[in-house]
Antibody, heavy 112, light 106 residues
């Protein structure tokens, strides 16, 4: 079964850090671009970051540049999102997405 | 790239034809996906490359267009189609989504 499972979300204070993980199964992970997409409460979907299969190409939305870092480990079929200097506006459900499927999401709440 | 999706919501009867449009602020060729998102669930790919149906997606769903103007159609609305639908361009960074269309049953 093609599957993505996110983990690592939680409650964090402004300025804090979290590392999200996404474990893939059921498809050739190294051959796929991986993305992180978020949905703030009551809002639509917002693309956050992408990484190519060999990690050559990495992109971010402007609002997270310098604070978030995407990476992947093809041997572990996993992609990560290191989030530093978190702000209230980063509060959202974070989804891992490939070109074949999406995960169920992991909730990040930034609040004092 | 701005993606203007309309309408933001609609209410239609079972069996009705439903159409959603998505307009890009510049030419994105056919680099457009459509997704279905139900509350509490993972978003689901429906259509990629503007008009190609994802495997397993019912044939009542379809997409068309290229360049800047795109259309998504449900030919005969079913109760299980209640969801929010999004377009997303992947020709440019950032990979922008439309604002979403919430589809309800009348």
């Amino acid at each position: 079964e093609v599957q993505l499972v996110e983990s690592g979300g939680g409650l964090v204070k402004p300025g804090g850090s979290l590392r999200l993980s996404c474990a893939a199964s059921g498809f050739t992970f190294s051959g796929h671009v991986m993305n992180w997409v978020r949905q703030a409460p009551g809002r639509g979907l917002e693309w956050v970051s992408s990484i190519s299969g060999d990690s050559t190409y990495i992109y971010y939305i402007d609002s997270v540049k310098g604070r978030f870092t995407i990476s992947r480990d093809n041997a572990r079929s996993s992609v990560y999102l290191q989030m530093n200097d978190l702000r209230a506006e980063d509060t959202a459900m974070y989804y891992c997405a490939s070109t074949v499927t999406w995960g169920q999401g992991t909730l990040v709440t930034v609040s004092s | 790239i701005q993606m203007t999706q309309s309408p933001s919501s609609l209410s239609a009867s079972v069996g009705d034809r439903v159409t959603i449009t998505c307009q890009a602020s510049q030419d994105i060729r056919n680099r457009l996906n459509w997704y279905q998102h139900k509350p509490g669930k993972a978003p689901r790919y429906l259509i990629y490359d503007a008009s190609t149906l994802e495997t397993g997606v019912p044939s009542r769903f379809s997409g068309s267009g290229s360049g800047t103007d795109f259309t998504f159609t449900i030919s005969s609305l079913q109760p299980e189609d209640v969801a929010t639908y999004y377009c997303q361009q992947f020709d440019y960074v950032p990979r922008t989504f439309g604002q979403g269309t919430k589809v309800e049953i009348k």
